[in-house]
C-alpha cells in the first residue's frame, strides 16, 4: 500500500459522495456524522489491507495494557502506540476536547514502514498524527480557548454567579431575571 494509492481511494470515494448528492464538501462527512461509513467505504475500495484500518479517537485511550477505552487520553499510551501528538498538545488538553468520546469522528490509520500515517476525507495526503486531522485541530482549538476563557474567570475574580446589568433598546436596563430596574426618575 502506497501514501498516493490511500488518497486516490479517498478523493475517489468523495467523489462518488458528491456526485449522489451525499455531500457538497469534505468537511460535511464529518459534520453529518458518516465518517464511520465513509471510511469503511474508502476501505472497500482499497481492497481491505491489512496496514490500513479505520479507527476513532476513542480507540486511543485508556491505559497501556489494559485492553480497554475509558475515554481518558494518557501520553505514555499513546507514545507507546506510537502516535505523535503535535507540539504544545498535552494529554489534559486532548482529553478537555473530548476526542475519547465514543463515536465522535472515525479515520483511517496506515501501518507504513516510515510510521503510522492517519488520512480522512478532508486531509487525503495523510498526516503523521491523528491529532493533525482538521477535525481535532477544531475540537483542540476550541478546548484551549475554553481554557483561557477559564483562567481568566479564575484568576481575574469575576464570580461565576454574578451576572452583570444588561442594557436593550428604548434604555431599559434588566437584571438577569428579566424585571426592569426602577429608571433613574422613580428612584
Same mark, same amino acid.
Given at each position: 500500500?502506497?501514501?498516493?494509492?490511500?488518497?486516490?481511494?479517498?478523493?475517489?470515494?468523495?467523489?462518488?459522495?458528491?456526485?449522489?448528492?451525499?455531500?457538497? =464538501?469534505?468537511?460535511?462527512?464529518?459534520?453529518?456524522?458518516?465518517?464511520?461509513?465513509?471510511?469503511?467505504?474508502?476501505?472497500?475500495?482499497?481492497?481491505?489491507?491489512?496496514?490500513?484500518?479505520?479507527?476513532?479517537?476513542?480507540?486511543? *485511550?485508556?491505559?497501556?495494557?489494559?485492553?480497554?477505552?475509558?475515554?481518558?487520553?494518557?501520553?505514555?499510551?499513546?507514545?507507546?502506540?506510537?502516535?505523535?501528538?503535535?507540539?504544545?498538545?498535552?494529554?489534559?488538553?486532548?482529553?478537555?476536547?473530548?476526542?475519547?468520546?465514543?463515536?465522535? =469522528? *472515525?479515520?483511517?490509520?496506515?501501518?507504513?514502514?516510515?510510521?503510522?500515517?492517519?488520512?480522512?476525507?478532508?486531509?487525503?495526503?495523510?498526516?503523521?498524527?491523528?491529532?493533525?486531522?482538521?477535525?481535532?485541530?477544531?475540537?483542540?482549538?476550541?478546548?484551549?480557548?475554553?481554557?483561557?476563557?477559564?483562567?481568566?474567570?479564575?484568576?481575574?475574580?469575576?464570580?461565576?454567579?454574578?451576572?452583570?446589568?444588561?442594557?436593550?433598546?428604548?434604555?431599559?436596563?434588566?437584571?438577569?431575571?428579566?424585571?426592569?430596574?426602577?429608571?433613574?426618575?422613580?428612584?
Amino acid at each position: 500500500m502506497t501514501r498516493s494509492a490511500i488518497a486516490l481511494a479517498i478523493l475517489e470515494t468523495l467523489s462518488e459522495y458528491k456526485e449522489a448528492g451525499r455531500v457538497k =464538501h469534505p468537511r460535511q462527512i464529518v459534520t453529518k456524522s458518516c465518517s464511520r461509513q465513509f471510511a469503511y467505504d474508502v476501505l472497500e475500495r482499497l481492497g481491505r489491507p491489512m496496514d490500513v484500518s479505520a479507527i476513532e479517537y476513542c480507540n486511543l *485511550t485508556g491505559l497501556s495494557g489494559a485492553g480497554q477505552e475509558d475515554e481518558l487520553y494518557y501520553e505514555n499510551t499513546l507514545s507507546e502506540s506510537g502516535v505523535k501528538v503535535p507540539p504544545g498538545v498535552t494529554a489534559d488538553l486532548v482529553n478537555a476536547s473530548g476526542l475519547g468520546w465514543f463515536g465522535t =469522528h *472515525t479515520f483511517l490509520r496506515w501501518e507504513s514502514p516510515a510510521g503510522l500515517s492517519f488520512f480522512d476525507a478532508e486531509v487525503p495526503q495523510g498526516v503523521d498524527s491523528p491529532f493533525s486531522l482538521p477535525f481535532a485541530k477544531r475540537l483542540l482549538r476550541d478546548a484551549t480557548k475554553k481554557r483561557f476563557i477559564g483562567s481568566l474567570i479564575k484568576y481575574s475574580g469575576v464570580q461565576p454567579g454574578i451576572w452583570p446589568l444588561r442594557r436593550f433598546g428604548g434604555g431599559n436596563t434588566f437584571r438577569r431575571g428579566g424585571r426592569p430596574l426602577p429608571s433613574r426618575s422613580n428612584r
